[in-house]
């Protein structure tokens, strides 16, 4: 249930961006190997095969290369017969096209185990996107973790899947590095120290200069981040029109010849410390191989060394350098690539603040009658943010409408987003029929709503798919209902394919965009789909006209006949449905009652209310909304101020 790493914030609205950055990475190169490993297991067992068998092949024929030559030579040294020589070339040969079929073999193979095992990784993290709790999807560390973890899954090229490649080279260049190392144990044991001293150094100024782009990332982050941002405002159709009515294009244009001189310049200084490394290791390589030519030629002349001898000696004294480099070097790649696998790990155990299949199924209530009540509830969105609900005490009776106003910022969406188990009290507790909802699957609570918030999501799939929200299975006569209740039947009727006309052109070249108002009604068929006995309504007639706007809350009121709502409006004559109203300022509630009753109380809601029916006398046919004029005329005319006292 509850990860004890955020037992401090229950609610999880820690945002611990800052705080994570800088902490070690909790998953260890070894841990990491065994997660891969365990992964491939899972997913597609060939991976394993195909990386031991690639590291094998590749070290066989190293070692077999090494001794091809020197042999060959040798049989001929001892003036062996034809045939024994063409046995050892047959064997060599043989042994050589072996280990390159399976190399082959491997080659051609690996892409569809390695990307199975990757594409698999993927599919947690989407899957842990899709399901977390609603809070972490606010928390700035989790979707920075989020990011990367997708980054590195995202091609070829990425971490979880080059991780293969690393981990066969990385075995193949220890076998071969055995071997190499057994065959010049023969030799002075300065001249491995040497080889061994040279490659090293070799190594690290090589490290060291190349890291410089390392070093230098977030430089080259800051162009190719601005470069993107330019190409994309550049393309996007989002901007389109204000590119041409602003005469932007000139702007754009400065701005990315600007960019590019500089990133320009940058790569010239990064390619000027890459050619140092090369120098530095040309020398390096220069003086290794001429002093161990020298060694061997003086053996070779004042102790009689054989050619085959000398040649053994010498291909194992420069190809040794290979290895010792390989390792090296594949050490700092796995090194890097577990430090992505950390990351990714670390999301994938991101904690969950929410109890979900470790919750309680919630009881089966049939005559759906739920009571939501508020017990001393207040909330920050971040531990160290200010209090954004006061301790509130409220209880929503089963069957009951209730409206909740007040200015922007007042706090509505978030008692919205606490009654409906988005977010957890950071004191206090929200009541289901008396239990705290913590107790429960947070998906077995989510069934009891249905919904239509501020910011709506239509998906790219037909209309009656958005209206049921599945592919498979939609009561296409449930959803004709639905619109017809919503008053889409004559939109949708006009439509190319009517019910199953897609919608949005991400995915569809033929998609149909909604307007404004029809996308509100489309919401509204989608809520009466779902069903549910609760119903929550943000701000569900933002984009419509006053006309539309009167006709929805007409529909509304007969939608929410006999089921528990909670409506959050501007508009406070749209209001005149609910049996109670509540004021909210401030992160409080300041007054609650009936339409006429707070009307006659004379406080902060009749001032509001009477703000906004002179505008509508005065200037409703401005075509600007009500919410415009009547909360800077509430402002302007301190009703804010009586409804704190009120
Ligand atoms: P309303 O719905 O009445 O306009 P909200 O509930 O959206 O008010 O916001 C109440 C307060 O909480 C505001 O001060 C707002 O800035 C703040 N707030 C809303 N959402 C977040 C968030 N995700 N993170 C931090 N603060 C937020």
Not at 15 to 38: E, I, K
Not at 39 to 54: H, P
Not at 335 to 350: I, K, N
Not at 560 to 575: E, K, M, Y
Request: hydrophobic share 40%; net charge neutral.
């Amino acid at each position: 249930m509850t990860d004890q790493r955020n037992a401090e914030d229950s609610s999880g609205r820690v945002d611990g961006a800052s705080a994570r950055r800088n902490q070690r990475p909790r998953y260890g190169m070894l841990s990491n190997t065994a997660f891969m490993m365990a992964q491939a297991w899972r997913g597609r067992k060939s991976a394993l095969a195909i990386c031991l068998g690639t590291a094998l092949s590749a070290a066989t024929i190293s070692i077999l290369n090494l001794f091809v030559a020197p042999t060959v030579l040798t049989t001929i040294e001892e003036h062996a017969s034809l045939t024994s020589l063409f046995a050892v070339i047959g064997l060599f040969v043989a042994g050589l096209m072996l280990a390159n079929a399976v190399s082959a073999y491997c080659d051609t193979n690996k892409l569809f185990s390695y990307v199975e095992v990757r594409t698999s990784l993927l599919r947690l993290i989407n899957e842990k996107d899709a399901r977390t709790s609603y809070p972490n999807t606010l928390d700035a560390a989790f979707n920075e973790a989020e990011s990367k973890a997708t980054d590195s899954c995202s091609n070829n090229q990425a971490p979880t899947e080059a991780i293969w490649t690393t981990y066969s080279t990385l075995l193949a260049d220890v076998i071969a590095f055995a071997a190499y190392l057994m065959v010049l144990s023969g030799l002075n044991g300065w001249l491995i120290a040497l080889v061994v001293a040279t490659t090293i150094v070799s190594y690290v100024v090589g490290l060291r200069l190349n890291g410089w782009g390392y070093r230098h990332r977030d430089e080259e982050e800051r162009y190719v981040n601005r470069l993107y941002y330019l190409y994309r405002t550049a393309t996007s159709r989002d901007y389109a029109k204000d590119i041409r009515v602003f005469g932007l294009r000139r702007w754009l244009d400065d701005l990315w010849n600007g960019t590019m001189r500089l990133y320009r310049g940058f790569l010239a200084r990064r390619e000027g410390m890459y050619l140092w490394a090369n120098v530095v290791d040309v020398a390096l390589t220069l003086m290794r191989n001429g002093v161990a030519y020298a060694y061997l030629l003086w053996i070779a002349l004042s102790q009689g060394m054989s050619a085959s001898r000398f040649l053994l000696y010498f291909t194992a004294v420069t190809g040794f350098t290979t290895w010792v480099a390989g390792i090296l070097e594949q050490c700092s790649t796995l090194h890097r690539q577990s430090l992505d696998l950390s990351t990714l790990r670390e999301f994938l155990a991101w904690p969950e603040p929410f109890a979900f299949d470790g919750g309680e199924p919630l009881p089966c209530d049939t005559a759906k009658t739920y009571e939501i009540r508020f017990e001393h509830v207040s909330f920050r969105y971040r531990p160290d943010g200010p209090e954004v609900l006061h301790d509130i005490n409220l209880t929503i009776h089963p069957g009951e409408k209730v409206a909740i106003v007040g200015l922007n910022g007042a706090g509505k969406t978030t008692l919205v987003k606490l009654a409906s188990g988005f977010l957890d009290p950071t004191e206090g507790r929200v009541l289901l029929n008396g239990f705290d909802i913590r107790r429960y699957d947070r998906r077995d609570y989510y069934a009891l709503f249905s919904a239509v918030f501020q910011e709506y999501s239509v998906l790219d799939v037909t209309v009656a798919q958005n209206v049921a929200q599945r592919i498979d299975g939609v009561d296409i006569e449930r959803v004709r209902w639905c619109l017809d209740k919503a008053g889409l039947t004559q939109d949708v009727a006009a439509l190319p394919k009517g019910l199953d006309t897609p919608l949005g052109r991400a995915v569809y070249e033929d998609g149909v965009e909604l307007s404004g108002g029809q996308t509100q009604r489309l919401m509204l068929a989608r809520a009466l789909y779902k069903g549910a006995p609760i119903l929550l309504l943000d701000e569900p007639t933002a984009a419509l006209d006053p006309i539309a706007e009167d006709d929805i809350y007409r529909k509304y009121a007969a939608m929410t006949d006999g089921r528990t709502s909670l409506f959050i409006s501007h508009r406070l004559a749209s209001t005149r449905f609910c049996d109670r109203i509540l004021l909210m300022k401030d992160g409080r509630i300041v007054e609650e009652g009936t339409h006429e009753s707070l009307l006659a109380s004379g406080g902060g809601y009749a001032k509001l209310f009477d703000v906004q029916r002179k505008y509508y006398r005065s200037g409703g046919d401005s075509g600007q909304t009500d919410m415009d004029h009547g909360t800077a005329a509430m402002e302007k005319e301190g009703a804010g101020d009586d409804v704190s006292r009120g």
